[in-house]
């Protein structure tokens, strides 16, 4: 359907037919805000995906149309810059990475379109990023190496959006692959993929349909105060670079002198990188239970020592937890909005879904989304 769209506007609008490509949104089964602290995450790419048709034009201009928000834009190649909180900043800024690092991009056009809910924590700007600057590669016979593109598209968000992300979501939809989860460590960037072979349960993401409007300058305050302790462990011992090096007691030293909930930024994500590497050995072993338990752990940690969570997020988790069906519950992403993932009996889907979408409406005068995804492989070409 997304694809028809594409092709039609885009012959309505440049008279050719364009290049598909796609780029997938991200689930993260656990390891939240460690991606920015040189830890370990355990993302997948799914089936929500952002298509873009692209193709040369010629001139020294973009020029963009999308479909979400029914809206041309176009910017001069050798002459632009962020444009405030629009949608623009994503495709902007990866073609000014590209630049930077000394492909000579040409005019290009761009309809593009998906079905990743924004503001979902589902990475859909990731997902644009990574789509464009794949697009781009391919029309101009670039050969971008994908991990040199998971890096512009990360920096593209830092520069153009404003945010100072991790690369757990680029990277994901990138090098995402059918059927698993990717535990990723985010320090040296070596990964390995982990089937995920979840039985009779299956993952359901609840959309809070929360969308902070000051998530953006939380999350940045967030990598601000995780580089604080490290500033402060620093002072007491040699060979610390990231929270990553650092133990629970290595926190005891520095606590008189630091502020409680800074110190509690600090434990949380040293206690959820060490439950990422539970969590990949509950995997291997094929002990959901276990998967589950974590899943539940990083939620409080995420709520009460990192701060992120919000009171529709934390009264989805609780509302899992007396029901057996359910193995495991958690906020997903950066947070102050978006979606529970939860691991959920297939069978009671039903059942569940209608027992939430009453008490939350009764709770919060209004009903979440569900989505049941699958996992799937990153980037690529659409095949038609
Ligand atoms: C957002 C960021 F973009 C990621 O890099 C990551 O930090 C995540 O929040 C939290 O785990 O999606």
Redesign the pocket.
Known sequence: MIIEEIQKKFIELFDVDPLLVYSPGRI?LI??????NEGF?MPAAIDKKMFVGIAANGFSQARIYSLDFQEEFAFDLQAFGPKKGHWSNYIMGVTSQLQQAGYQVKGFDIVFGGDIPVGA?L?SS?ALECAVGYAISEIFDFKIPKRSLIQYA?KA?HVFAG?Q?????QFASVLGKKGHVIRLDCRDLSYEYFPLDLGDYQILLVDTQVKHSLANTA?NRRRHECTEVVLMAQQNQVGVTSLRDLRLKDLDEIKPYIDKEVLGRGEYIIEENERVLEASKALKDGNLEKLGTLMYASHEGLSNKYNVSCPELDFLVDQTKPLDYVLGSRMM???FGGCTINIIEKEKIKNFKESIESSFNSHFGKSPKFYEISLEDGTGLVKT
């Open positions: 993260n390891g939240e805000h460690t991606d920015y995450v924590g990475s990731a990360q968000e945010v992300c991790g690369i757990m979501d999350y992403g950066g947070g």
